[in-house]
């Protein structure tokens, strides 16, 4: 969950029914009671015209985000992985194979019959 982007979705929601039914939302329980959550979302979502829909989406994409941590977590794995080096044996591998593909266009070359 996107935590910083529901609860920005929570209080909008909290306005919107507020300004529309004239009841507004239990924030912090939206965010941890799933049924609760539910028939929230399906109160704004019958809000048509309003931008009670719009937001019914964008929390449910947020609630399915992953976490700023988690987030955070990827990125800093990806670092680490970008920055190892390749194993030397690798590195000695591709340095023969590379040597072997010259070695093999230059005899070709050098084999061939001259045109004088």
Do not use: N
């Amino acid at each position: 969950m996107h935590h910083r982007h529901c609860t920005k979705l929570s209080e909008r929601m909290h306005e919107l029914l507020l300004r529309e039914l004239g009841q507004g939302i239990d924030r912090s329980r939206l965010l941890l009671d799933v049924l609760y959550a539910r028939d929230v979302l399906l109160v704004c979502e019958a809000l048509v015209g309003t931008e009670g829909p719009l937001f019914a989406r964008a929390f449910r994409r947020a609630m399915a985000a992953p976490s700023e941590d988690e987030l955070a977590r990827r990125a800093s794995s990806l670092r680490r992985h970008r920055a190892r080096p390749w194993p030397q044996a690798l590195q000695s591998l591709i340095r023969g194979l590379v040597r072997g593909v010259a070695h093999a266009f230059t005899s070709r070359s050098s084999s061939a019959p001259s045109a004088t």
